[in-house]
């Protein structure tokens, strides 16, 4: 790992750079209250004040809604033609907290799964990510250190601490170590005293806290399966998927095929899906094996606490961003249903 120091002004006049040989994406102000991330603008404010997690988290960039997977055409002989998906270029995203740096982790290890997902991949691939430590929670509804995100640095190839005098740059990839050389900083001589100066003027605690430790969760989730607490928070539910949608670490999908009007072309495009949603577990025949809602919340607690932790061995994967909880029409909050679960479960 190589260290160096950047002031607010080097880290712009970098970025501008940078911008000017690939698309350069950053949290971008939306309305009076929202953020997410676009291209940066030259000149445009980086990391201002007052940024919030987005509504869309930033890995959901590698595997975006309405994705073109491959296009397909008839020839003039009558047989189908299949044109592979334009490769795109070189993207920086800038600005990622470890929240979603621990999502976008996890997701990299999901989508490597056999079969691995070349789209992903290729998306991944082409895309260097800049993280940003947080030294005050960014939200009220923030509880990344209760579940073990607020230390994460895999995902990023530069990470950024901000320091008295600018910000600690920290490079932990090949890719981060090159794009450090091209920016020119100088070299940090005392980088881990930097770094536990800012983590020490943390507040504490640091965000919300859960009930009980992410690793007693699955055994808690597994005694708790007919806890009445599900049907308590399904009252409130619309089951319109919001949550779902907002999530960093959700990655249900589905597939569809458009027809252009002439018949002859089209493209297969894959578009976001959510467990939340009624029809989600509906199978060949109609049966849906998930038709409450009680259930479908059930469900989405235990993939994130219980079904996922324990077949990737990778942590809790609810980040604690708060995302779902912001975002709900209804304030359904992961973090508060985990906690009454934890509350009224029976011990073993």
């Known amino acids: 790992m190589s260290s160096f120091l950047a002031s607010r002004s080097q880290l712009r006049s970098w970025t501008r750079a940078v911008a000017g040989r690939c698309e350069l994406i950053g949290p971008r102000r939306e309305g009076l209250s929202n953020w997410n991330y676009g291209p940066l603008a030259d000149g445009e404010e980086l990391l201002p004040e007052g940024y919030r997690p987005s509504v869309v988290p930033p890995g959901r960039l590698m595997a975006p809604d309405q994705e073109v997977l491959f296009e397909f055409r008839r020839d003039a002989e009558g047989g189908i033609e299949f044109v592979p998906a334009a490769a795109k270029g070189e993207r920086i995203l800038f600005g990622v907290r470890p929240c979603d740096l621990r999502a ?12 691995a997902d070349p789209h992903y991949a290729a998306n991944r691939a082409r895309t260097q990510v800049i993280g940003v430590d947080c030294l005050r929670p960014c939200d009220e509804r923030a509880f990344c ?17 901000p320091s008295d005098d600018g910000y600690l740059v920290e490079a932990l990839t090949e890719a981060g170590r090159t794009l450090a ?6 070299a940090c001589p005392d980088a881990a005293a930097r770094r536990e100066r800012a983590e020490a003027s943390r507040p504490q605690p640091f965000g919300r806290a859960l009930g009980a430790a992410p690793e007693a969760l699955p055994e808690i989730l597994r ?13 409130r539910c619309f089951s319109c998927g919001t949550c779902n949608l907002v999530c960093p670490t959700c990655y249900c999908f589905e597939v569809c095929d458009e027809l252009a009007l002439d018949g002859r072309s089209g493209a297969r495009l894959r578009t976001w899906d959510g467990c939340m949603v009624p029809d989600f577990a509906v199978v060949a025949g109609g049966h849906n094996f998930r038709p409450g809602c009680a259930e479908r919340q059930r469900h989405r607690v235990k993939r994130k606490f219980e079904y996922l932790t324990e077949r990737h061995g990778l942590g809790s994967f609810c980040v604690g961003c708060g995302r779902c909880g912001r975002q709900c029409t209804t304030g359904i909050d992961i973090l508060d249903m985990v906690n009454a679960i934890v509350a009224a479960e029976v011990p073993a």
Do not use: C, K, N
């Not at 976008?104 to 079969?115: F, G, L, N, R, T």
């Open 104 to 115: 976008i982790a996890q997701m990299d290890a999901v989508h490597a799964e056999p079969p």
């Open 145 to 161: 250190a209760a579940t073990g995100s607020l230390q994460q640095r895999e995902g990023a190839d530069l990470f950024l601490t």
């Open 181 to 186: 050389a091209e920016a020119g900083w100088p």
């Open 223 to 235: 005694r708790s399966y007919d806890s009445p607490v599900w049907a308590e928070y399904a009252e």
